[in-house]
C-alpha cells in the first residue's frame, strides 16, 4: 500500500552562512548510502525567497542553522510553520547551541529535528543518515508526523 | 474551538480501497491490511485507474516482491505493536519468521536493504510511537504505557524512548502541551 522504497533522490535543503559548514554539510550527503539532491542557500532572506518562488521544488527535510545573519533560523522556523504550503516539510535544526532552552523551544515552534552541529565529518554523516532514514520512516509508514521529534 | 482526534489508519485505508475498487467494478477481496485478492483478471487500463485513484490518498500499488515483502513484514510489526492486549511475549524473530513465512535471517537482510533500517530499529521505532500516541491522546501514567508496550519497568520505558527520540517522555509531553496551548499568531494578511 505505501511506498516502502525510495527510489527518487531525497530532496533536502540547507539554510546555513558558514561556507566550511555548508561545504561540510555537502560532502557527508555525498559519502552516504542513501541517494539525496542537495541545494543551500546562505541566510534567512535567500531561504524564505527560495521557498516562496513560483514553481520551485520543495525539500522533504530542511535543514536550519539558527544564527543566521539578515533572519535567524527561529524567525524562518515560525514564518514557515504560518504558511500552508509550506508547513509540512520537515525541519531539522542546525546549531552550534546545545542550551536546553533553546533546543524545547524549537520543537514548540515546530522543528521536528534538533542537531548539535558536530565537529567530526563521521559524526556528521552518521546524524544526517539518521535524520534522513528517520524521515523516510514517516514518509512511508504511515507514521503521524506531528509527533515526530528527535534531539541529536 | 479546537477538536483533538484519533483515528484509524487502517479503517481508512480499508474505506478508500473499498470504494476505489467499487468504483471500477471489480470483484474483490480485502484479505488483510495490504493486501487485496481481485477475483478476475484485469485489464491494464483498469489497474492504471485504480492507481490513478489510489494516489489521491498517497496510497501506491506496491508492485515489486521484494517491496511486498518488507510491507507484509512493516504490517506484522504494527499490528503486532498496536494490539490492543499486551504485546507477544514469544520471541519476536521467531514471531516475524512464522508471520511471514521466510526465515528469519532472510527478512532481517531484505528488510535493511530496501528500508536502510533494521528490524529492531524499526520495531522501537514504531514502539516508541505508540507510545507518543498514547501520550498525547489518553490519560495513561507512563508506568500503565510502560506495561501496555511490554517494557519491563518505567525505567526501561524511558530510557529507550530517550534513546530513540532524544528527550524524555516528560520533556515530549511538555512540547506536545505547549505546541497545543500556543496561540497560533495570525498572517499579517489575516488582519486588514
New interface residues.
Given amino acids: 500500500m505505501q511506498s516502502t522504497t525510495q527510489n527518487e533522490p531525497i530532496q533536502i535543503l540547507l539554510a546555513d552562512d558558514d561556507p566550511d559548514d555548508r561545504l561540510f554539510f555537502k560532502d557527508a550527503f555525498e559519502e552516504i548510502k542513501i541517494k539525496t539532491n542537495v541545494q543551500t542557500v546562505n541566510d534567512g532572506v535567500q531561504l524564505m525567497e527560495y521557498l516562496t518562488k513560483e514553481g520551485v521544488t520543495l525539500p522533504q527535510v530542511l535543514f536550519l542553522d539558527l544564527n543566521m545573519p539578515r533572519k535567524t533560523g527561529m524567525d524562518c522556523l515560525k514564518e514557515i510553520k504560518r504558511i500552508d504550503k509550506l508547513k509540512d516539510i520537515a525541519i531539522a535544526i542546525y546549531s552550534t547551541s546545545s542550551s536546553e532552552e533553546d533546543i524545547e523551544e524549537t520543537f514548540v515552534s515546530g522543528a521536528n529535528v534538533y542537531i548539535k552541529k558536530p565537529s567530526d565529518f563521521n559524526a556528521l554523516k552518521k546524524i544526517l543518515s539518521e535524520v534522513v532514514t528517520t524521515n523516510l520512516q514517516y514518509q512511508t509508514s504511515g507514521l503521524n508526523r506531528d509527533n515526530f521529534i528527535l534531539n541529536l | 474551538m479546537k477538536l483533538y482526534i484519533k483515528y484509524n489508519?487502517n479503517a481508512i485505508?480499508k474505506k478508500i480501497l473499498e470504494e476505489q475498487l467499487d468504483k471500477l467494478d471489480l470483484n474483490y477481496s480485502v484479505t488483510g491490511?495490504?493486501e487485496v485478492d481481485i477475483k478476475e483478471n484485469v485489464s491494464n487500463e483498469k489497474l492504471k485507474q485504480l492507481g490513478v485513484g489510489l494516489n489521491d490518498y498517497?496510497?501506491?500499488i506496491?508492485e515489486?516482491h521484494?517491496?511486498i515483502l518488507?510491507?507484509k513484514i512493516?504490517d506484522a510489526i504494527?499490528e503486532m505493536v498496536y494490539l490492543e492486549e499486551k504485546l507477544p511475549t514469544s520471541k519476536i524473530s521467531s514471531y516475524l519468521a512464522d508471520k511471514i513465512g521466510h526465515s528469519y535471517g532472510y527478512i532481517y537482510n531484505l528488510f535493511s536493504e530496501?528500508?536502510?533500517?533494521s528490524i529492531g530499529n524499526?520495531i522501537i521505532?514504531?514502539k516508541t510511537?505508540r507510545a507518543?500516541?498514547l501520550m498525547?491522546t489518553t490519560e495513561l501514567t507512563f508506568t500503565e504505557i510502560a506495561w501496555k508496550l511490554n517494557y519491563s519497568s518505567v525505567a526501561h520505558f524511558s530510557n529507550q524512548f530517550k534513546n530513540a527520540?532524544?528527550?524524555t517522555p516528560t520533556?515530549?509531553q511538555?512540547?506536545?502541551n505547549?505546541?497545543r496551548n500556543?496561540v497560533?499568531?495570525p498572517?499579517p494578511s489575516e488582519n486588514s
Fill in positions: 489508519i485505508c491490511f495490504g498517497g496510497i501506491e506496491v515489486s521484494k517491496s518488507v510491507q512493516k504494527t530496501v528500508t536502510h533500517t524499526y521505532l514504531q510511537e507518543k500516541q498525547t527520540t532524544g528527550i520533556a515530549f511538555r512540547i506536545m505547549k505546541r500556543k497560533p499568531t498572517e
